[in-house]
């Protein structure tokens, strides 16, 4: 299992998250979710999952490795899972 998780840099909402994905399968990616950090399926983002900063050392204890926001998303991509944002506004 290869879940990867950057550090908790990301504000939003009054919170930092991290993003967490999985350099293997999306499948995996969501197992590991509902199994080690019960965050619901309807948060995944497509190709990743926003982790509270809370939630962070739970995820490294259960097994994600930290790495950087450049080196999660060169693996995620190298890996083919990596989702290309939509396409916003009037066009």
Do not use: C
Request: glycine share 8%; charged share 25%.
């Amino acid at each position: 299992m290869v879940v990867l998780i950057d550090s908790p840099v990301w504000p939003w909402r009054g919170r930092k998250w991290s993003h967490l994905v999985s350099d293997v399968s999306y499948a995996e990616l969501h197992a590991f979710v509902e199994t080690e950090l019960g965050i619901p399926r309807r948060a995944f983002q497509g190709d990743h999952y926003d982790v509270p900063e809370d939630l962070y050392d739970i995820a490294v204890a259960a097994g994600a490795e930290p790495v950087g926001a450049r080196e999660l998303l060169s693996r995620l991509r190298a890996a083919g899972l990596r989702r290309k944002k939509r396409a916003t506004g009037a066009g």
